[in-house]
């Protein structure tokens, strides 16, 4: 079988073979044990994709923008990547959201390429996995990463952090752009599309983002309130050009810089927590966890005050053994 | 100034006064130095509270649930805990939910205690909190604590994974079933509400809770869904009995004290987590950390393999330095 070290797969993902590609991303959802080689070689290679980061609520028309979006960026001769990421959906497994962007126009066009990405499980596992695969798109070469999810709460809003340049689409309608905002993502959003604009409505939804936008406080950037008819392509020129617009900003500011050496340290900080976490449980081992867990549960301590001790007796327990 | 010690802030709780009460709470929230012994004073006396988590919607009508279920629960004598978490809210502070209950006639009863809790900044923060406070109401004697908090993500759903039963709150129509599934509340309720049911649309949406509970698959509890019209108390009863007997339930089949260890862990391993982390940063520096991450930022090395290799060398320094 092909591409059985890291360095082939590597090799063939950066010569264009999406198959490989594919594969590597699957080692990175999985944990497979050349998982780390992947990364740190991949890792080493990027930091030149531009990310941007598209969500709203289901429905509001985020995979046809996105659809359009990659026509466009297809069509000035840049390849791009679209990361479909679906939290919450545990029966499809995430693949809806891929699957209507691979069914247009795309199908058989080289230059793209889409991967999606469910919950199989646990919620925090694909919030964790997002960075990692999105650090490996940009290590294989292409200058625009698309990251797609449904923005219904604390989960998605992490997902998008990972962006440059976070696009936020809701529908004309007032219970759209609350909801919106009760899900934080006024705070994220750094361009707003207003789809369906050929609906009822758009300038009573223009007017409430406005003010709710403006309530939230001084921002170097005032971020755009972009209407769209997704389906017939009006508007995308209008989205495109404020995302440039915001990159422009962002890169003329060095508020780009800050925002990735924040993002990286975040990622770093949150793998700290991992391993130490692990170290710590397999150091300690199943069963003194257990006994103190029974304890707890017997109220002879308290949660607490146990983890404290149960820290401090590993560090000691580290001194001695050696 | 009273109660400076916190024996006599933990006496002065469980004589009933309220302002002691309130006090070991905001040092709770606070971090002050004193909390770790209120805490565990607390804990220990803990574990006779039955804990209901009630969520929905903004508007859906949990306030006037709640209000009715404080009247419901005084009537038969027992004194009554809420703790209303708002952490969406930072312009409120999360006054409002604890504020409309307050309002109504329970202000002068002092066998009902409620607390407010909004997010002063970071949202993990109140996640965090939500079950120290309730351990601490459940130490103070509450035969039933509420924690009432807004339905829109995973923030929420942690926060009411602190509850023995969680009641779910909706109203007559399709999207708001579809908010809730979406929002992930589907499988956290054990029981559901659809509130201002004289409201066209209540068939439709039992209907179709009923069915999508059905694609959770296999129950041990099959959740009720309850019709209620909060502000006549029309439903009030029935909800009641919901909880009851599904608190009976919990207790006949083992499933309480299960689930109720499995929180204690859960809270003693997130203790554990911030302990660990608060200990490797305080150990290593601020230096080392900034000169690490910016290896990282400049893609000299990356970040999860920077996180092993300084947990790694954190572990041999500790080794070495006794």
Chains 1, 2 share one sequence.
Do not use: C
């Amino acid at each position: 079988m092909a591409w059985t070290t890291p360095q082939d797969l590597i090799e063939g993902a950066l010569g264009g073979d999406r198959r490989a590609l594919a594969r590597i991303i699957t080692r990175i959802e999985d944990g497979h044990q050349t998982a780390p080689e992947l990364l740190a070689t991949l890792f080493e290679r990027g930091g030149h994709a531009y990310v941007i980061g598209l969500t709203g609520a289901p429905g509001a028309g985020k995979s046809t923008i996105t659809d359009q979006l990659i026509t466009l960026i297809r069509a000035s001769g840049d390849e791009v990547a679209v990361l479909a990421v679906d939290p919450s959906s545990p029966f499809t497994g995430g693949a809806i959201l891929g699957d209507r962007i691979r069914m247009q126009d795309h199908a058989g066009d080289a230059g793209v390429y889409i991967r999606s990405m469910g919950s199989r499980g646990h919620l925090g596992g694909i919030a964790a996995a997002t960075p990692r695969v999105v650090s490996i798109l940009d290590g294989a070469g292409f200058p625009f990463v698309i990251v797609e999810t449904v923005g219904v709460g604390q989960a998605e809003v992490e997902i998008v952090e990972n962006a440059d340049t976070t696009v936020v689409v809701v529908n004309p309608g007032w219970g759209d752009s609350v909801q919106a905002n009760k899900a934080g993502l006024l705070e994220i959003g750094d361009t707003f599309v207003i789809n369906k604009a050929d609906r009822p409505g758009v300038n009573d939804t223009m007017r409430d983002l406005r003010q709710m936008l403006e309530l939230g406080g001084d921002r170097t950037w005032e971020p755009p309130v972009v209407p769209s008819v997704a389906t017939s392509g009006e508007g995308i020129d209008e989205i495109w050009q404020a995302i440039k617009d915001h990159r422009k900003h962002l890169e003329s500011s060095g508020e780009l810089a800050v925002a990735r050496r924040h993002r990286l340290e975040l990622e770093f900080r949150r793998a700290m927590i991992d391993e130490l976490t692990t170290r710590a449980e397999a150091s300690a081992g199943r069963q003194a966890l257990t006994a103190l867990v029974d304890q707890v549960t017997l109220r002879e301590i308290d949660p607490w005050t146990a983890a404290r001790r149960f820290v401090a007796e590993l560090a000691e327990e580290n001194t001695r053994g050696h």
